[in-house]
Every structure is written in C-alpha cells, then in structure tokens.
C-alpha cells in the first residue's frame, strides 16, 4: 500500500522482483513477469514469477539469481536519471547487501523497510546455541549499517534497527497502512459470537500478545457485549 500511495501522490514508482517466490499454479493469474498492479508498475527481473520447486534444482535457482541480477543491474543502468531513491522491501540479508551494491554503484540512497523484528532476534536462544547460527546471527546485525535510512513501523522498530544502524543513518517511522477501499461496502454476516474483535496471526509472544490481551482487557469493561 506505500507504493500505491506514493503512485497516487504523484511519484513515479516502479517495483522490481528480485526473486520469484510463487509457486505455479494454473488457476492464478499473476503469471506475468511484467505489469501493473493497481496502478503500480512491477517487474521480475528473473523473467518468471515461480520458483523452482525442487530442492534438487541447484542450476535453474542459480541460473535465475544470474539472470535476476544481470537484469537489474541493466535495468537500472538505463533509468539512473529518473532514479531518486533504492528502497527495499525485504527481510533477507543477502538481498539487503544486493540492494546495497546496486546502490552504490548508481551512487543512490539506499533505504531499508520493516515491519516486523528480524527472526534472529524473535529466536535468539536458536540462533546463539550454534557457532554457525551466531556467525548468521552477527552477519545479519552487520547488514543494519548499510541503509542509508531506515523507513520503520514502530518506535520499537526503531529502537532495536536503529541502535545497530550507521550513525549518520536518518529514520522515518510510518505506522502500518491500511487500504480501506477493501472493507468498504463489505456485506458481512451474522455471526452467533456478536460483536467481536478477531486475531489473525501467531500466538507468539514476538507478536505482542500480552498487549493485545491486555488492550481488550481495558475494552472489556466498558464493552462486555464484545
């Protein structure tokens, strides 16, 4: 939805896939490697939307990460011009560092988006029983020195993200958004419980359940028809 909003406000905004995540199914339609959504142009870089499936597809994974990468950087090679800012919107480390790479070679600003704590961090006490998980652990932190600036959800993103950042690295906290367009004019049926409040999510404590528990508890006494 930021992308979308920024179309809307006027900048132009092109989305690039770096890597193909979904896997074939003929009743999607999505099976297109270039297009609009919603207003939004997008391309994948690797030529395709799937992912090779099997775990026995070494050279096709590795042939598609050459292809990703050839393709980007060729892409943005011929858009540097127009080209203000390099945003991404991932969560892997490796891809951080591609990111960073293209960003320096282009000589733009690299910005990093969360929305949630990384997984080394939600599972520190996996991720510091082994050497090889902390040495992932240690890399992954290291990666947070690399944007330029940080576009973050929550002050408590920012605490933890910012607090490994490079110094002269700038934030933006920006709370989730939402499309309401999509639950306007919504036909909704009745339902046995009332009114309700419903949780779709983990049951993890990373997640802020006690929050959420505690947040109802408040709604509760003054709402006991919810």
């Known amino acids: 939805s930021y ?4 179309v809307k406000a006027g900048v132009t ?3 690039i896939c770096y890597y193909p995540t979904q896997v074939f199914n003929p009743q999607k339609t999505n099976y297109l490697s270039k297009g609009v959504c919603d207003g939004v142009d997008y391309y994948y870089t690797a030529g395709t939307v799937y992912r090779p499936r099997k775990k026995t597809a070494i ?3 590795l042939w598609l990460n050459v292809k990703s ?5 060729n892409y943005l090679r011929r858009n540097k011009s127009q080209i203000d800012v390099i945003q991404t919107y991932t969560a892997d480390m490796h891809l951080l560092k591609v990111a960073y790479f293209f ?10 988006e969360r929305s949630e704590l990384p997984i080394t961090h939600r599972e520190s006490e996996f991720y510091s029983k082994k050497l090889f998980r902390r040495i992932f652990k240690h890399r992954t932190e290291k990666s947070y020195q690399l944007p330029d600036a940080w ?16 110094k002269d690295v700038q934030l933006c906290i920006v709370p ?9 004019n919504v036909e909704r049926d009745g339902s046995k419980f009332g009114k309700y409040i419903a949780y779709c999510g983990n049951m993890l404590e990373y997640d802020g359940i006690s929050i959420l528990i505690q947040a109802f508890a408040k709604i509760a006494v003054n709402h006991p028809d919810v």
């Open 3 to 6: 992308t979308e909003e920024l």
């Open 13 to 15: 905004v092109q989305v």
């Open 59 to 61: 050279f096709k994974k």
């Open 69 to 73: 990468c050839y393709n980007c950087y």
């Open 103 to 112: 960003s320096r070679i282009f000589n733009k600003p690299l910005v990093a």
């Open 151 to 166: 576009l973050l959800e929550t002050q408590n993103l920012a605490d933890y993200y910012v607090s490994m950042a490079k």
């Open 176 to 184: 989730m958004t939402v499309d309401i367009h999509r639950f306007t």
